[in-house]
C-alpha cells in the first residue's frame, strides 16, 4: 500500500461519473492510464491477469494499481478531467450499469474497451445496426447509407457508425432525425477535433447531440487519431450493433475490420452490392463471397434484426413527387436513381433546350426535389412509390 | 560666339503613356567631339557613333566642332533607339544644313544604319498614337513599316528612307510619297463550335460567356475538351474594332511581340500561358520601365489560364485586381506604368486533384477533405469574378460518335453580337454585361425575381458578390432571348452555372 490519496481526483470525477460508476474506482484507472507508457489497453491486460473477473467488485485490481500509483499520477490525471466536463461526458467502466450490454459481451475475454467516454444521451438498448464504408464514398454510397439509415431510423432501429467522412457520414445524417437515432463512435479522444468538418461547431457531431444521439470513444481526451486506435474503434461499432452492414471499401478498408469483428460476436453481416468496376465494391463484394447476405434495400435490414426490429414504417411524404420537374427531365433523373446524373448529362439526354433545362433544374432544387451532389444532381426521394428503387 | 540652338521632338514611352522629349542640340567651337546628356542609356548613347557616320555617309557635313546635344526633359530615362533620327535632325539643323523652323516643327522616330538609312522600329504603332496624343500632326517615320503607323488616325504620316530624303524634305526639294496602310489580317476561320458534340451545358456556357464578356472557369477531367471549349470561345467573338486594333497591335508592339511590317490584328487576341507562368510573366514586369504581361497582350482578347489550381498562390492574387479594374497598374522606382487588360478569363481546372470527381467512367479517388482543401485555394474574391463555372463530363466514346453535330459557330455569333448590341445600348459606349454594376442590372430586372433570387441565395450562405454575378449572368441570358427585362427564368438559369459542392450536404 503507497497510501497514495485518490480524494481529489475522485470529488472532481463524482459530476462526469455516469449513473452507477464509481468515481473512486474510476480515479485509481486513470491515474494509472497517465502514467508513461501506460495505457488502457495494457491495464485491461493487466486485469485479466490479476484475475479480475467480476469488474463490479474488482476491489483486487484495484488495489494492485493503487499500490503502483505516484503522487505525480493523480496530478497527471486530474488535467484530463476538464475536457471530458466541458464536452458533457459521463464515463463509465467495463460491466457499470451504464456501459453498453451488447459491449461487455463476453468480458473478460473479450475486447471491450475498459473505460468509454459517453458525450449526448447514453445509448439505449433497442435494437441498432452499424452502418459502415468507405471514406472515398462515391455519389451511390453515400446514396444508400443516407436511405438505409433513414429507413432504419424511422423504424426506431438506432445507427451506429465511425462518424468519419464518406458512408459513415451519410449514415449519420441519414439516422440523426428519425425515432431510431444515430451513435457515433470516435477514433480518437472526445478533445480532438477530428474529422474536422464533422467537429466544428455546428458539425455532424453537434446535429448528433443535439437530436438525442451518442458521441463515444474510448480514448482518452487528448489520444490522436492515430491509424491504430481509428481502426481499433471499429470493434466497438460492431459491438454496438445487432448487425453491420458495409455499405462501401476497398480492399484494405476498416469497414472489413468492422464486419470481422461482428463476426466474431456471432452477429449478422450484411454487404451492399455496388458497381462491379468501381474499386470501392471490393470489401461488400469480398464479403458477399465469402457468405454475408446481400442488402438490396432496407427491408433486407429489418428481415436480419429479425423479432428485435420493430415493423417497418412505410416511407413517407413526397414519394414520387416530381415538384413541377417537366417531364423529360423527371425520366433523366429517375432512370439514374439513386446515382447523382451530371447536369451536363441531364441537359443532353434530356433533349430540352439548355436554358430552360437549367432553370428548371434549379427551380427543382429551390422546392427541394431535386439535391445537388458533388458528382451531379439526384432526386430526393425514390421516384417509384415503393421503398426500393427501381 | 553663340550659335543657335536646334529643337527636334521626339517621343518616349512610359509604359503606353506618350512623353515629349525633345532633341536640343547646340554646336560650338571647341575640341571636336559629341556630348550626350539628359539620362539616355546604352543604346540611346550608342546613338551618337551611329549618327555620325551615317550622317557622313550620306554626304553632309559632320561639323569640326564641340557638339552638345540634350534630351530634355533630363529626369525622363530614355530608352531604344527611336531618338536616332530625331537626333540627325537636330545636329544638321544646329549646323545649318536644314532650316532650324523646319527642324522645330518636326516630330520623328526611327534608327539609323551606318549607311544613313533609316530603320523600322518596333514601337513605331505606339510612338505614332503617342505623338498624336501629344498634339504632333506629323510625324517621320522610317519608310519600312510606316503603313502601321499610318492606321493612326488625324495623324500626317511622313516616310523616311534615309538621311538625305530627311534633308530634301525639310528644306522643301523633296515630297515624300504617301504611306499605305498596312492591311488587316485575314484571319482563318476559327475553330468551328459544331465540332463540339453532346455538351449542350457547355456550349451553352461559351455562348453566354462570348454575349457578356463573362470570366468563365471550366472545371472537368483532364481530356474532356476545356481548352476546345476555349478556342470556339474565342471563336465566338466579334472582329476587333479599328481602335481595337490600334490598342491591341501597341501593346503587342511595345511588349516585342510584333514588328512594325506585321499586318493589322483583325481577330482578338488568344493567349495561353503555360501553367509555370510567373506572376511578372502574367501582369507585366522587368527592370526599369516594366514590359506588358500576358494580362495586357491578351487585351480585348482571351486569356486561357489552363491547370488554374496548379498556379502559386501570388499568381493568383495578382489576377484580382487587373480583372477587376480591367488595367493592370505597374509601379517601379522609376515609373507607374498602367497597361490596359480588359481580357476574358477562362480559366480551366480538375475538379480535384486526382481530376476524376464527378466522372461517371472512373471513379474519383481523392478524399473530401482533400477536394476541399485543394478547392479552396481558388479564394472567394477570385471564385467571385468567374461569373460563369461549368462542371463539364467526358463523353463515353458511344456519345462522340454517335451525337449529332451541334449549331456551327457562324449562327451562335450571329445571337453573340446581338446580345452585345443589346448591352452596349443600354450601358453606352461598347460595354458588356461584365462591365455593368449589380445597381444598373437590378434596375432592368423584375423586382420579384430579384426577391426571390435574394431568397435562395440567403439560404446557401453566397455572398453579395455572388448574388452580383448571378445578376449580370442573367442579364446577358436576357440579351440573348432578346428579352428587355431579367425574368426569373433568367435568373434561374444563371444560378444553374457554379460548381456542385464538394461534399455532401443533404
Not at chain 1, 4 to 29: C, F, H, K, Q, Y
Not at chain 1, 55 to 78: N, Y
Not at chain 2, 198 to 208: F, M, P, T
Not at chain 2, 223 to 240: E, F, I, N, S, V
Request: net charge neutral.
Amino acid at each position: 500500500m503507497s497510501g497514495v490519496r485518490l480524494d481529489r481526483l475522485t470529488e472532481v470525477l463524482v459530476p462526469i461519473a455516469a449513473p452507477g460508476t464509481d468515481p473512486e474506482m474510476l480515479a485509481s484507472l486513470l491515474a494509472w492510464a497517465v502514467r508513461p507508457r501506460r495505457t488502457l489497453e495494457s491495464l485491461r491486460r493487466l486485469m485479466r491477469d490479476t484475475g479480475a473477473e467480476d469488474p463490479v467488485s474488482s476491489a483486487r485490481w484495484r488495489l494492485h494499481i493503487e499500490t503502483q500509483l505516484r503522487e505525480d499520477d493523480v496530478r497527471a490525471a486530474m488535467p484530463l478531467v476538464v475536457p471530458w466536463r466541458a464536452r458533457g461526458c459521463r464515463l463509465a467502466m467495463v460491466g457499470d450499469p451504464a456501459y453498453p450490454d451488447r459491449v461487455a459481451d463476453g468480458w473478460p475475454d473479450s475486447d471491450a474497451p475498459i473505460l468509454l467516454a459517453m458525450a449526448g444521451a447514453l445509448p439505449p438498448d433497442g435494437p441498432a445496426v452499424a452502418i459502415v464504408g468507405s471514406r472515398r464514398a462515391t455519389s451511390y454510397g453515400s446514396g444508400v447509407a443516407a436511405w438505409l439509415a433513414g429507413a432504419a431510423s424511422a423504424a426506431g432501429v438506432r445507427v451506429v457508425s465511425g462518424g468519419a467522412i464518406g458512408v459513415d457520414a451519410a449514415a449519420h445524417r441519414g439516422a440523426v432525425g428519425g425515432p431510431g437515432g444515430t451513435t457515433v463512435v470516435l477514433g480518437c479522444g472526445h478533445d480532438v477535433d477530428y474529422p474536422r468538418p464533422h467537429a466544428r461547431a455546428g458539425g455532424l457531431f453537434d446535429e448528433v447531440r443535439a437530436h438525442g444521439g451518442t458521441i463515444l470513444s474510448e480514448q482518452l481526451p487528448f489520444a490522436p487519431p492515430r491509424a491504430g486506435v481509428v481502426r481499433a474503434r471499429n470493434r466497438i461499432v460492431a459491438a454496438l450493433a445487432d448487425v453491420t452492414v458495409v455499405v462501401e471499401g476497398g480492399t484494405r478498408s476498416g469497414a472489413l475490420l468492422t464486419a470481422s469483428a461482428a463476426i466474431e460476436r456471432g452477429r449478422p453481416v450484411l454487404a451492399v452490392p455496388g458497381d462491379v468496376r468501381a474499386p470501392g465494391s471490393a470489401a461488400p463484394h469480398r464479403l458477399l463471397a465469402e457468405g454475408a447476405a446481400p442488402c438490396t434495400g432496407p427491408d433486407d435490414l429489418l428481415d436480419a434484426l429479425g423479432s428485435s426490429a420493430p415493423a417497418a414504417a412505410p416511407e413517407v411524404d413526397g414519394v414520387g413527387d416530381r415538384g413541377g420537374l417537366p417531364t423529360p427531365l423527371f425520366a433523366v433523373l429517375a432512370a439514374a436513381w439513386p446515382r447523382a446524373i451530371p447536369m451536363g448529362q441531364i441537359a443532353d439526354d434530356s433533349g430540352m433546350a439548355t436554358g430552360a433545362a437549367l432553370a428548371a433544374l434549379t427551380r427543382a432544387q429551390v422546392a427541394g426535389v431535386v439535391v445537388e451532389r458533388p458528382d451531379g444532381l439526384v432526386l430526393r426521394r425514390s421516384p417509384s412509390r415503393t421503398t426500393s428503387p427501381t | 560666339m553663340v550659335r543657335a540652338l536646334a529643337t527636334v521632338r521626339g517621343v518616349a514611352l512610359v509604359g503606353l503613356r506618350p512623353r515629349e522629349v525633345r532633341v536640343e542640340a547646340s554646336s560650338s567651337p571647341g575640341l571636336p567631339g559629341l556630348r550626350l546628356v539628359g539620362l539616355p542609356d546604352a543604346a540611346v548613347r550608342e546613338s551618337g557613333e551611329r549618327v555620325r557616320t551615317a550622317v557622313q555617309r550620306q554626304g553632309l557635313h559632320w561639323p569640326a566642332e564641340r557638339l552638345v546635344i540634350n534630351l530634355a526633359p533630363a529626369d525622363l530615362p530614355k530608352v531604344g533607339t527611336a531618338f536616332d533620327l530625331p537626333l540627325a535632325i537636330a545636329v544638321l539643323a544646329a549646323t545649318g544644313q536644314v532650316p532650324l523652323e523646319a527642324a522645330r516643327a518636326t516630330w520623328a522616330c526611327g534608327e539609323l544604319g551606318l549607311d544613313g538609312s533609316v530603320r523600322a522600329i518596333d514601337e513605331q504603332l505606339p510612338i505614332a498614337a503617342g505623338a498624336r496624343e501629344l498634339g504632333a500632326d506629323r510625324l517621320l517615320v522610317p519608310a519600312a513599316g510606316a503603313g502601321d503607323a499610318a492606321h493612326v488616325p488625324g495623324l500626317e504620316i511622313v516616310p523616311v528612307a534615309d538621311l538625305a530624303e530627311v534633308a530634301a524634305l525639310l528644306r522643301g526639294t523633296w515630297t515624300a510619297p504617301l504611306p499605305v496602310p498596312t492591311v488587316t489580317a485575314k484571319a482563318p476561320p476559327p475553330p468551328d463550335l459544331a465540332d463540339v458534340r453532346g455538351q449542350a451545358l457547355a456550349r451553352r456556357a461559351v455562348e453566354i460567356a462570348a454575349a457578356g464578356g463573362h470570366h468563365v472557369l471550366l472545371s472537368g477531367p483532364p481530356g474532356c475538351g476545356k481548352t476546345m471549349l476555349a478556342q470556339r470561345l474565342h471563336g465566338l467573338l466579334p472582329d476587333l474594332r479599328p481602335e481595337e486594333a490600334l490598342e491591341v497591335a501597341a501593346v503587342h508592339s511595345l511588349a516585342g511581340e510584333r514588328r512594325a511590317d506585321d499586318p493589322m490584328p483583325r481577330r482578338p487576341p488568344l493567349r495561353a500561358p503555360h501553367q509555370v507562368v510567373s506572376a511578372a510573366a502574367l501582369v507585366g514586369g522587368g527592370s526599369g520601365i516594366p514590359r506588358p504581361g500576358e494580362l495586357s497582350l491578351a487585351n480585348r482578347g482571351v486569356l486561357l489560364l489552363d491547370e488554374l489550381l496548379e498556379l502559386p498562390r501570388p499568381v493568383l492574387d495578382a489576377l484580382r485586381q487587373p480583372l477587376e479594374r480591367g488595367e493592370v497598374v505597374l509601379t517601379r522606382t522609376r515609373a507607374r506604368v498602367t497597361y490596359p487588360a480588359s481580357v476574358l478569363l477562362v480559366a480551366a481546372t480538375n475538379p480535384c486533384p486526382c481530376g476524376h470527381l464527378g466522372n461517371p467512367l472512373r471513379s474519383c479517388t481523392c478524399r473530401p477533405d482533400r477536394i476541399e482543401r485543394y478547392r479552396a485555394r481558388l479564394s472567394g474574391p477570385l471564385l467571385d469574378r468567374l461569373d460563369i463555372q461549368v462542371s463539364l463530363r467526358p463523353l463515353a466514346r458511344a456519345e462522340l460518335l454517335d451525337a449529332r453535330p451541334g449549331e456551327a459557330t457562324s449562327s451562335v455569333a450571329r445571337r453573340v453580337a446581338g446580345a452585345r448590341a443589346h448591352a452596349a445600348g443600354r450601358w453606352g459606349g461598347q460595354l458588356v454585361n461584365r462591365d455593368a454594376t449589380a445597381a444598373q442590372v437590378r434596375r432592368t430586372t423584375d423586382q420579384r425575381a430579384v426577391r426571390n433570387l435574394a431568397t435562395v441565395l440567403a439560404g446557401g450562405g453566397d455572398s453579395a458578390r455572388a448574388f452580383d454575378r448571378v445578376l449580370r449572368v442573367a442579364r446577358t441570358i436576357a440579351d440573348l432571348a432578346d428579352q428587355e427585362v431579367v425574368g426569373s427564368e433568367h435568373l434561374e438559369e444563371a444560378l444553374a452555372y457554379r460548381l456542385p459542392p464538394v461534399a455532401v450536404t443533404a
